[in-house]
Protein backbone atom coordinates (compact mmCIF):
# COMPACT_ATOMS: atom_id res chain seq x y z
CA UNK A 1 0.00 0.00 0.00
CA UNK A 2 3.26 2.20 0.34
CA UNK A 3 3.42 2.05 -3.41
CA UNK A 4 0.82 5.36 -2.78
CA UNK A 5 2.64 8.12 -1.20
CA UNK A 6 -1.28 8.57 0.61
CA UNK A 7 -1.77 4.99 0.81
CA UNK A 8 -0.70 5.22 4.59
CA UNK A 9 -3.95 7.20 5.39
CA UNK A 10 -5.93 4.75 3.81
CA UNK A 11 -4.28 2.03 5.58
CA UNK A 12 -4.54 3.75 8.88
CA UNK A 13 -8.26 3.76 8.10
CA UNK A 14 -8.81 0.31 7.78
CA UNK A 15 -6.41 -0.44 10.99
CA UNK A 16 -8.81 1.96 12.78
CA UNK A 17 -11.91 -0.28 11.17
CA UNK A 18 -10.38 -3.46 12.43
CA UNK A 19 -9.72 -2.29 16.00
CA UNK A 20 -12.92 -1.09 16.24
CA UNK A 21 -14.91 -4.49 14.81
CA UNK A 22 -12.38 -6.29 16.96
CA UNK A 23 -13.41 -4.16 20.29
CA UNK A 24 -17.02 -4.54 19.74
CA UNK A 25 -16.65 -7.59 19.44
CA UNK A 26 -15.06 -8.32 22.32
CA UNK A 27 -17.31 -5.41 25.11
CA UNK A 28 -20.36 -7.20 23.44
CA UNK A 29 -19.19 -10.68 24.58
CA UNK A 30 -17.79 -9.78 27.84
CA UNK A 31 -21.05 -7.69 28.62
CA UNK A 32 -23.46 -10.68 27.84
CA UNK A 33 -21.64 -12.51 30.26
CA UNK A 34 -21.69 -9.31 32.73
CA UNK A 35 -25.74 -9.27 32.13
CA UNK A 36 -25.66 -5.86 30.21
CA UNK A 37 -26.22 -6.77 27.32
CA UNK A 38 -28.91 -8.96 24.74
CA UNK A 39 -28.39 -12.56 23.35
CA UNK A 40 -28.24 -10.64 20.07
CA UNK A 41 -25.42 -8.14 20.71
CA UNK A 42 -23.21 -12.10 22.11
CA UNK A 43 -24.15 -13.26 18.68
CA UNK A 44 -22.97 -9.89 17.12
CA UNK A 45 -20.11 -9.99 19.16
CA UNK A 46 -18.87 -13.56 18.43
CA UNK A 47 -19.66 -12.46 14.63
CA UNK A 48 -17.41 -9.54 14.84
CA UNK A 49 -14.50 -11.52 16.64
CA UNK A 50 -14.54 -14.25 13.98
CA UNK A 51 -14.44 -11.56 11.21
CA UNK A 52 -11.65 -10.05 13.03
CA UNK A 53 -9.64 -13.51 12.60
CA UNK A 54 -11.02 -15.31 9.55
CA UNK A 55 -12.57 -12.50 7.24
CA UNK A 56 -9.34 -12.12 4.76
CA UNK A 57 -11.08 -15.85 3.65
CA UNK A 58 -14.17 -14.26 2.08
CA UNK A 59 -12.47 -11.10 1.23
CA UNK A 60 -10.19 -13.59 -1.00
CA UNK A 61 -13.35 -14.60 -3.12
CA UNK A 62 -13.65 -11.34 -4.64
CA UNK A 63 -10.00 -10.19 -5.59
CA UNK A 64 -9.87 -12.51 -8.61
CA UNK A 65 -9.45 -15.71 -10.44
CA UNK A 66 -7.32 -18.65 -8.90
CA UNK A 67 -4.23 -18.92 -9.87
CA UNK A 68 -2.23 -22.85 -10.52
CA UNK A 69 1.47 -20.79 -9.88
CA UNK A 70 0.95 -18.09 -6.99
CA UNK A 71 4.06 -16.73 -5.42
CA UNK A 72 5.48 -18.55 -2.46
CA UNK A 73 8.22 -17.16 -0.35
CA UNK A 74 10.64 -19.97 -1.41
CA UNK A 75 14.31 -18.78 0.07
CA UNK A 76 17.88 -20.06 -1.25
CA UNK A 77 19.99 -22.37 0.98
CA UNK A 78 23.25 -20.84 -1.18
CA UNK A 79 23.34 -17.58 0.77
CA UNK A 80 25.90 -14.75 2.08
CA UNK A 81 25.56 -11.97 4.48
CA UNK A 82 27.42 -8.95 4.16
CA UNK A 83 28.64 -7.00 7.18
CA UNK A 84 28.46 -2.90 6.13
CA UNK A 85 31.01 -0.47 8.17
CA UNK A 86 27.91 0.92 10.23
CA UNK A 87 27.26 -2.87 11.22
CA UNK A 88 24.34 -3.65 8.82
CA UNK A 89 23.89 -7.31 8.03
CA UNK A 90 23.20 -7.50 4.03
CA UNK A 91 21.08 -10.81 3.41
CA UNK A 92 22.14 -12.07 0.01
CA UNK A 93 20.80 -15.39 -1.89
CA UNK A 94 21.80 -16.78 -4.98
CA UNK A 95 20.04 -18.53 -7.90
CA UNK A 96 20.75 -20.74 -10.80
CA UNK A 97 24.11 -21.95 -12.06
CA UNK A 98 26.99 -20.09 -10.75
CA UNK A 99 28.66 -19.82 -14.61
CA UNK A 100 25.66 -17.60 -15.65
CA UNK A 101 24.70 -14.19 -16.44
CA UNK A 102 24.71 -12.28 -13.30
CA UNK A 103 21.63 -10.10 -12.71
CA UNK A 104 21.60 -8.29 -9.13
CA UNK A 105 17.58 -7.58 -8.17
CA UNK A 106 16.63 -5.09 -5.43
CA UNK A 107 12.89 -5.41 -4.50
CA UNK A 108 10.18 -2.00 -3.73
CA UNK A 109 8.83 -0.86 -0.08
CA UNK A 110 6.77 -3.62 1.62
CA UNK A 111 8.71 -6.15 0.20
CA UNK A 112 11.77 -8.38 0.47
CA UNK A 113 13.74 -10.19 -1.80
CA UNK A 114 10.71 -13.34 -2.00
CA UNK A 115 8.69 -10.90 -4.31
CA UNK A 116 11.27 -12.00 -7.14
CA UNK A 117 9.47 -15.25 -7.10
CA UNK A 118 8.59 -15.37 -10.98
CA UNK A 119 12.07 -13.88 -12.10
CA UNK A 120 13.70 -17.08 -10.05
CA UNK A 121 10.81 -19.32 -11.75
CA UNK A 122 11.37 -17.96 -15.45
CA UNK A 123 15.10 -16.60 -15.18
CA UNK A 124 16.88 -18.76 -12.95
CA UNK A 125 17.48 -21.63 -15.41
CA UNK A 126 19.66 -19.00 -17.63
CA UNK A 127 21.12 -16.60 -15.62
CA UNK A 128 22.95 -16.05 -11.51
CA UNK A 129 20.44 -14.39 -10.13
CA UNK A 130 21.57 -12.03 -6.88
CA UNK A 131 18.80 -11.13 -4.59
CA UNK A 132 18.80 -9.15 -1.59
CA UNK A 133 17.08 -7.69 1.10
CA UNK A 134 17.01 -4.13 1.25
CA UNK A 135 18.06 -2.95 5.28
CA UNK A 136 15.42 -3.47 7.78
CA UNK A 137 13.40 -5.66 5.75
CA UNK A 138 13.28 -9.65 5.07
CA UNK A 139 16.65 -11.31 6.97
CA UNK A 140 18.46 -8.08 6.35
CA UNK A 141 19.34 -6.10 9.86
CA UNK A 142 18.39 -2.93 10.60
CA UNK A 143 21.04 0.10 10.28
CA UNK A 144 22.45 0.41 13.63
CA UNK A 145 22.13 4.21 12.78
CA UNK A 146 18.20 4.08 11.78
CA UNK A 147 19.60 5.34 8.42
CA UNK A 148 16.98 4.14 5.48
CA UNK A 149 18.05 6.91 3.45
CA UNK A 150 18.46 6.26 -0.27
CA UNK A 151 22.23 7.11 -0.03
CA UNK A 152 22.35 4.46 2.42
CA UNK A 153 20.67 1.66 -0.23
CA UNK A 154 22.96 2.43 -2.72
CA UNK A 155 25.93 1.99 -0.45
CA UNK A 156 24.43 -1.66 0.47
CA UNK A 157 23.84 -2.07 -3.24
CA UNK A 158 27.43 -1.78 -4.28
CA UNK A 159 28.08 -3.93 -1.50
CA UNK A 160 26.27 -6.77 -2.93
CA UNK A 161 27.97 -5.84 -6.47
CA UNK A 162 31.35 -6.89 -5.06
CA UNK A 163 29.68 -10.45 -5.11
CA UNK A 164 28.83 -10.82 -9.08
CA UNK A 165 32.76 -11.64 -9.69
CA UNK A 166 31.53 -10.30 -13.29
CA UNK A 167 29.59 -7.54 -15.10
CA UNK A 168 26.19 -7.68 -14.02
CA UNK A 169 22.83 -6.46 -14.60
CA UNK A 170 21.14 -4.25 -12.05
CA UNK A 171 17.16 -4.96 -11.75
CA UNK A 172 15.12 -2.53 -9.22
CA UNK A 173 11.54 -2.49 -8.83
CA UNK A 174 9.53 0.36 -7.13
CA UNK A 175 11.78 1.38 -4.38
CA UNK A 176 14.73 -0.94 -5.78
CA UNK A 177 14.50 1.02 -8.78
CA UNK A 178 15.31 4.39 -6.99
CA UNK A 179 18.25 2.92 -5.30
CA UNK A 180 19.82 1.56 -8.80
CA UNK A 181 19.59 4.85 -10.00
CA UNK A 182 21.26 6.21 -7.11
CA UNK A 183 23.53 3.59 -6.92
CA UNK A 184 24.21 5.49 -10.63
CA UNK A 185 24.70 8.75 -9.03
CA UNK A 186 27.10 8.14 -6.75
CA UNK A 187 28.75 5.20 -8.09
CA UNK A 188 29.37 6.37 -11.45
CA UNK A 189 32.79 4.60 -11.81
CA UNK A 190 31.28 0.85 -12.01
CA UNK A 191 28.87 1.96 -14.57
CA UNK A 192 30.48 0.07 -17.37
CA UNK A 193 33.01 -1.85 -15.69
CA UNK A 194 31.13 -3.95 -13.19
CA UNK A 195 27.77 -2.62 -14.47
CA UNK A 196 26.51 -3.79 -18.10
CA UNK A 197 23.29 -2.31 -17.80
CA UNK A 198 20.56 -1.57 -16.22
CA UNK A 199 16.71 -2.29 -15.93
CA UNK A 200 14.11 0.34 -14.18
CA UNK A 201 11.02 -0.58 -13.76
CA UNK A 202 7.44 1.18 -12.32
CA UNK A 203 10.10 3.51 -10.72
CA UNK A 204 10.81 7.23 -11.24
CA UNK A 205 13.60 9.56 -11.13
CA UNK A 206 12.20 12.34 -8.64
CA UNK A 207 10.32 12.82 -4.85
CA UNK A 208 7.39 9.53 -6.06
CA UNK A 209 4.71 12.49 -4.64
CA UNK A 210 5.67 14.19 -7.97
CA UNK A 211 4.90 11.19 -9.96
CA UNK A 212 2.15 9.12 -8.62
CA UNK A 213 -2.05 9.54 -8.99
CA UNK A 214 -3.02 12.56 -7.99
CA UNK A 215 0.19 14.13 -7.72
CA UNK A 216 -0.79 17.59 -7.95
CA UNK A 217 -2.75 16.96 -4.18
CA UNK A 218 -0.11 14.48 -2.65
CA UNK A 219 2.88 16.70 -3.52
CA UNK A 220 0.55 19.66 -1.82
CA UNK A 221 -0.39 17.85 1.53
CA UNK A 222 3.70 16.21 1.63
CA UNK A 223 5.04 19.19 4.08
CA UNK A 224 1.84 19.75 5.80
CA UNK A 225 0.63 16.47 6.44
CA UNK A 226 2.63 13.36 5.25
CA UNK A 227 5.69 13.86 6.36
CA UNK A 228 4.55 14.08 10.00
CA UNK A 229 2.15 11.39 9.28
CA UNK A 230 5.33 9.50 8.77
CA UNK A 231 7.32 10.35 12.10
CA UNK A 232 3.65 9.10 14.12
CA UNK A 233 4.18 5.79 12.01
CA UNK A 234 7.70 5.71 13.23
CA UNK A 235 6.76 6.70 17.01
CA UNK A 236 3.94 4.07 17.44
CA UNK A 237 5.37 1.66 14.90
CA UNK A 238 4.75 -1.03 16.95
CA UNK A 239 1.08 -0.03 17.45
CA UNK A 240 0.99 -0.19 13.80
CA UNK A 241 2.63 -3.39 13.24
CA UNK A 242 0.14 -4.68 14.82
CA UNK A 243 -3.21 -3.24 13.65
CA UNK A 244 -1.85 -4.04 10.06
CA UNK A 245 -1.88 -7.49 10.99
CA UNK A 246 -5.17 -7.31 12.28
CA UNK A 247 -6.36 -5.83 8.75
CA UNK A 248 -4.87 -9.12 7.11
CA UNK A 249 -6.36 -11.13 8.93
CA UNK A 250 -9.76 -9.55 8.93
CA UNK A 251 -8.92 -9.18 4.76
CA UNK A 252 -9.61 -5.35 4.84
CA UNK A 253 -6.08 -4.32 3.80
CA UNK A 254 -6.22 -6.83 0.78
CA UNK A 255 -8.81 -4.05 -0.94
CA UNK A 256 -6.16 -1.23 -1.28
CA UNK A 257 -3.67 -3.51 -2.45
CA UNK A 258 -5.70 -4.74 -4.97
CA UNK A 259 -6.16 -1.67 -6.51
CA UNK A 260 -2.59 -0.18 -5.65
CA UNK A 261 -0.59 -2.64 -7.38
CA UNK A 262 -2.91 -4.44 -9.83
CA UNK A 263 -5.32 -3.56 -12.64
CA UNK A 264 -7.56 -6.51 -12.38
CA UNK A 265 -5.51 -9.57 -13.88
CA UNK A 266 -3.99 -10.61 -10.79
CA UNK A 267 -4.99 -13.80 -8.92
CA UNK A 268 -6.38 -14.00 -5.65
CA UNK A 269 -2.98 -15.54 -4.33
CA UNK A 270 -1.09 -12.77 -6.20
CA UNK A 271 -2.88 -10.19 -4.21
CA UNK A 272 -2.60 -12.30 -0.74
CA UNK A 273 0.71 -12.29 -1.10
CA UNK A 274 1.58 -8.83 -1.64
CA UNK A 275 -0.78 -8.11 1.13
CA UNK A 276 1.02 -10.33 3.39
CA UNK A 277 4.85 -9.16 2.73
CA UNK A 278 3.98 -5.68 4.11
CA UNK A 279 2.79 -7.42 7.54
CA UNK A 280 6.20 -8.78 7.57
CA UNK A 281 7.65 -5.72 7.32
CA UNK A 282 8.28 -2.92 10.29
CA UNK A 283 5.82 -0.23 9.74
CA UNK A 284 8.98 2.06 10.92
CA UNK A 285 10.85 1.36 8.85
CA UNK A 286 8.54 1.77 5.98
CA UNK A 287 8.12 5.43 7.00
CA UNK A 288 11.84 6.33 6.95
CA UNK A 289 12.22 4.67 3.74
CA UNK A 290 8.86 6.80 2.74
CA UNK A 291 10.89 9.62 4.15
CA UNK A 292 14.36 9.41 2.16
CA UNK A 293 12.14 8.78 -1.13
CA UNK A 294 10.99 12.37 -0.56
CA UNK A 295 14.37 13.80 -0.76
CA UNK A 296 15.54 11.47 -3.59
CA UNK A 297 16.09 13.27 -7.20
CA UNK A 298 18.76 11.78 -10.01
CA UNK A 299 17.65 13.87 -12.75
CA UNK A 300 20.52 15.22 -13.23
CA UNK A 301 21.93 11.75 -13.23
CA UNK A 302 20.03 10.39 -16.12
CA UNK A 303 21.84 11.69 -19.24
CA UNK A 304 24.98 10.23 -17.72
CA UNK A 305 24.56 7.12 -17.92
CA UNK A 306 26.55 5.64 -20.25
CA UNK A 307 25.26 1.61 -19.94
CA UNK A 308 22.59 0.01 -21.56
CA UNK A 309 19.32 0.94 -19.79
CA UNK A 310 15.97 -0.35 -19.99
CA UNK A 311 13.04 1.22 -18.70
CA UNK A 312 9.73 -1.07 -17.81
CA UNK A 313 6.57 0.91 -17.14
CA UNK A 314 2.74 -0.87 -16.62
CA UNK A 315 -0.18 1.04 -18.75
CA UNK A 316 -2.12 1.10 -15.13
CA UNK A 317 0.53 1.46 -12.72
CA UNK A 318 -1.12 3.73 -10.11
CA UNK A 319 1.73 4.28 -7.72
CA UNK A 320 4.50 5.48 -10.30
CA UNK A 321 2.52 6.74 -13.59
CA UNK A 322 4.20 5.56 -16.61
CA UNK A 323 5.08 9.22 -17.75
CA UNK A 324 8.28 8.93 -15.32
CA UNK A 325 9.30 6.35 -17.50
CA UNK A 326 8.79 8.04 -20.58
CA UNK A 327 10.92 10.58 -19.44
CA UNK A 328 13.60 8.69 -18.26
CA UNK A 329 13.56 7.00 -21.50
CA UNK A 330 13.92 10.40 -23.18
CA UNK A 331 16.74 11.35 -20.80
CA UNK A 332 19.06 8.76 -20.95
CA UNK A 333 21.16 8.38 -23.90
CA UNK A 334 20.14 5.24 -26.36
CA UNK A 335 17.72 3.62 -23.60
CA UNK A 336 14.76 1.57 -24.21
CA UNK A 337 11.61 1.74 -23.02
CA UNK A 338 8.86 -1.45 -23.04
CA UNK A 339 5.65 -1.36 -20.95
CA UNK A 340 3.96 -4.08 -19.94
CA UNK A 341 0.59 -4.01 -20.89
CA UNK A 342 -3.05 -4.52 -18.50
CA UNK A 343 -0.56 -4.36 -15.69
CA UNK A 344 -0.62 -2.33 -12.39
CA UNK A 345 2.65 -1.19 -9.85
CA UNK A 346 3.32 -5.07 -9.56
CA UNK A 347 4.01 -5.83 -13.17
CA UNK A 348 6.76 -8.39 -12.52
CA UNK A 349 3.79 -10.32 -10.13
CA UNK A 350 0.97 -9.74 -12.14
CA UNK A 351 2.42 -9.73 -16.15
CA UNK A 352 5.27 -11.74 -14.63
CA UNK A 353 5.35 -14.10 -18.16
CA UNK A 354 5.39 -9.99 -19.73
CA UNK A 355 8.04 -8.36 -17.87
CA UNK A 356 10.47 -11.56 -17.37
CA UNK A 357 10.82 -12.16 -21.27
CA UNK A 358 11.77 -7.71 -21.35
CA UNK A 359 14.25 -8.68 -18.95
CA UNK A 360 15.67 -11.65 -20.49
CA UNK A 361 15.90 -10.62 -23.98
CA UNK A 362 17.83 -7.28 -22.96
CA UNK A 363 20.10 -8.91 -20.42
CA UNK A 364 21.28 -11.89 -22.90
CA UNK A 365 21.73 -9.04 -25.29
CA UNK A 366 23.55 -6.86 -23.08
CA UNK A 367 25.96 -9.15 -21.17
CA UNK A 368 26.93 -11.43 -24.30
CA UNK A 369 28.67 -8.64 -25.26
CA UNK A 370 30.93 -9.09 -21.97
CA UNK A 371 31.74 -12.70 -22.76
CA UNK A 372 32.83 -14.21 -26.13
CA UNK A 373 31.19 -17.79 -26.96
CA UNK A 374 28.20 -16.72 -25.62
CA UNK A 375 25.42 -18.80 -26.54
CA UNK A 376 22.63 -16.26 -27.51
CA UNK A 377 19.06 -15.78 -27.03
CA UNK A 378 17.19 -18.84 -24.41
CA UNK A 379 13.64 -19.94 -24.27
CA UNK A 380 11.60 -18.57 -21.34
CA UNK A 381 9.66 -21.03 -19.61
CA UNK A 382 5.94 -20.34 -19.12
CA UNK A 383 4.62 -19.83 -15.73
CA UNK A 384 1.24 -21.26 -14.68
CA UNK A 385 -1.51 -18.85 -14.19
Known sequence: MFALPFGPFIVLLLDLLSVAIFGFGVWWVVGWFTGTVTTTLLIAGIVMIAFTFLGR??????????????PKMARSSEVQRITQPDGTKIHVEFFGPANAHPLILTHGIGANSTDWYYAKRLLGEHFRLILWDVTG?????????????LDKMAGD?????????????????????????????????????????LIIANATYTNPVKTTTARKFVTAIQKPILTPFMYLI??????????????Y??????????????????????????TLLQCL?????????????FKYDVTETLPRITVPTLLIAADHDRGCNPDASVYMNQAIPGSKLFICQASGHGAMIEQNEQFMTA??????????????????QKTLKKAKR
Request: glycine letters at 12%; one cysteine or more.
Open 137 to 149: TGKSGRSPKGDYS
Open 249 to 274: LNGTSLIPNRFSTFSGRQTRGQVDFM
Open 157 to 197: LEAVLHLAGKPAVLVGHSMGGMITLNFCKLFPQHLGTKVAG
Open 281 to 293: CSQGVMAKQMLGM
Open 359 to 376: VSEFSHEVLSSHRSGSKG
Open 234 to 247: IILSPLFWLMTWMS
Open 57 to 70: YIFLLFMGKSGRDD
